[in-house]
């Protein structure tokens, strides 16, 4: 079978999680200026210009949150998926 891709690639580890698992963006700004890059150390980043610094601001505190964790979710789950104990012997 014919390898695929370029013979003499190399795939830092950095690159390597952010391929398996995503990018885990982070958020700043910095006057009118949004800038955004991955935590995990890929090369990925971005920025964008807005009408205000404060519009900058607003947008970078929006964005910039951690994911919940498994644990929030399945707690979300197991409230609505609660089930009454059955009881035997009774019609």
Do not use: Q
Request: aromatic fraction near 8%; include cysteine.
């Amino acid at each position: 079978m014919a390898r695929r891709g370029p013979p003499n690639s190399t795939i830092a580890p950095e690159t390597l999680a952010c391929r398996v698992f995503g990018c885990r963006w982070r958020f700043g700004a910095d006057g009118r200026t949004l800038t955004w890059w991955c935590a995990r150390g890929c090369p990925s980043h971005g920025e964008k210009t807005y009408a205000t610094a404060g519009e900058a601001n607003r947008m970078a505190d929006s964005l910039d949150r951690e994911p919940r964790g498994p644990l929030g979710f399945l707690a979300v789950l197991g409230g609505t998926l609660h089930r009454e104990p059955r009881r035997r012997g009774r019609s």
